[in-house]
């Protein structure tokens, strides 16, 4: 991120975005919220609930848009309270169907969606590489901790096997350059394709868990599933016909 700041000319701009306590304390904040949803991805991942992390970007949209109402103060229009609506039953079938609360599923989800409501916060005053930079920056201090905290306890086993030093080095530019992409896409394609396009990677999570690593999806966690997308699928409706709506008139 430094290199790129420092190709685009944005390096001393963005250090001194930082006088401003807001920006410094968003960006912390920010910053925080991802470790969050990285750290809970992981432990999905390395659990086996894949399917319960697609889930949580499944459901993903729609905590934004009841971020938008309990924060921001925005009305729903009534096809988002239908969308909102579904996603209510589908908890319900999937509390059953797990025989407990997918609180996986909801931090993932939760977290990305408070992630978004502050990027929304940071706004025009940082690019999407400026901000992302900062907010690793503000993550150092922990990674650096935590990587002691492993060697020293001897958990981190990467002595004998430098191909894990690789795969952890290879995991920041993996994790880095989707990040950078989306927040690049968000100033530049419309809301109803950005809206389409995030459902593309939990819908791999999901195909990944089930397909690849074989975890359970039972008849009714699939119901509960196919609830999530109906909701889903009515957000995108009343996101393409607000898009659509100021054209027509």
Not at 45 to 66: C, D, K, Q, R, W
Not at 100 to 116: D, T
């Amino acid at each position: 991120c430094l290199v790129i700041l420092a190709v685009t000319r944005e390096l001393v701009s963005t250090f001194r975005a930082l006088r401003s306590r807001k920006v410094a304390g968003l960006t912390a904040l920010a910053g925080v919220l991802i470790f969050i949803n990285w750290l809970f991805y992981i432990i999905a991942s390395l659990t086996g609930h894949v399917v319960e992390a697609s889930l949580g970007y499944f459901i993903n949209p729609l905590v934004t848009v009841l971020l938008g109402v309990i924060v921001l103060g925005e009305k729903l229009r009534p096809l988002q309270w239908a969308a909102l609506g579904f996603a209510a039953v589908a908890v319900v079938i999937l509390v059953v169907g797990y025989g407990q609360f997918p609180w996986l599923a909801f931090v993932l989800a939760g977290s990305f969606g408070v992630y978004g409501l502050v990027k929304n916060r940071v706004g025009s005053r940082l690019s999407s590489t400026a901000s992302l930079t900062l907010e690793t920056a503000w993550l150092l201090p922990v990674a650096i901790a935590i990587l002691v905290w492993e060697s020293v306890s001897g958990t981190l086993a990467a002595g004998s096997d430098p191909g894990f030093f690789f795969l952890l080095a290879l995991a920041g530019p993996i994790t880095a350059i989707p990040l950078l992409l989306f927040g690049a896409a968000a100033r530049r394609v419309p809301l109803a394709w950005m809206g389409f396009m995030q459902y593309v990677s939990p819908t791999i999570q999901l195909l990944v868990g089930v397909l690849v690593l074989s975890e359970p999806m039972p008849l009714q966690r699939l119901l509960g599933f196919v609830m999530v997308w109906v909701g889903l699928v009515v957000l995108a409706i009343d996101v393409i016909r607000a898009e659509r709506r100021p054209i027509s008139q």
